[in-house]
Nanobody, 119 residues
Framework: QVQLVESGGGLVQPGGSLRLSCAASGLTFSSYDMSWYRQAPGKERELVASVTSTGVTTTSLDSVKGRFTISRDNARNTLYLQTNSLKPEDTAVYYC????????????WGQGTQVTVSS
């Protein structure tokens, strides 16, 4: 059974930082492309950043470029999102996504972790 468990969210003041983690189990982690998405209240879920199975990273959201960094540790089966210089508009539920690098129908979601940026 595949499980993606996010952690590291919380309440932070503007300008602060959080490191989000996504612990994966039940899959061959190194064979999966991994992504972070986020969904703010009343808005659609949006892709934040991705890292391929081979370690190529892409930050898809212009508003977080230069502030957020995605990374993975295949030895620990864990995906990370380092978030710096947080802004109130970064407030959202952040979700981890895993999609097999070539068998694209194998796609999984975590339950999400809440990030709230407020003074």
């Amino acid at each position: 059974q595949v499980q993606l468990v996010e952690s590291g969210g919380g309440l932070v003041q503007p300008g602060g930082s959080l490191r989000l983690s996504c612990a994966a189990s039940g899959l061959t982690f190194s064979s999966y492309d991994m992504s972070w998405y986020r969904q703010a209240p009343g808005k659609e879920r949006e892709l934040v950043a991705s890292v391929t199975s081979t370690g190529v990273t892409t930050t898809s959201l212009d508003s977080v470029k230069g502030r957020f960094t995605i990374s993975r540790d295949n030895a620990r089966n864990t995906l990370y999102l380092q978030t710096n210089s947080l802004k109130p508009e970064d407030t959202a539920v952040y979700y981890c996504n895993a999609q097999h690098s070539w068998a694209r129908s194998f796609k999984y979601w975590g339950q999400g972790t809440q990030v709230t940026v407020s003074s």
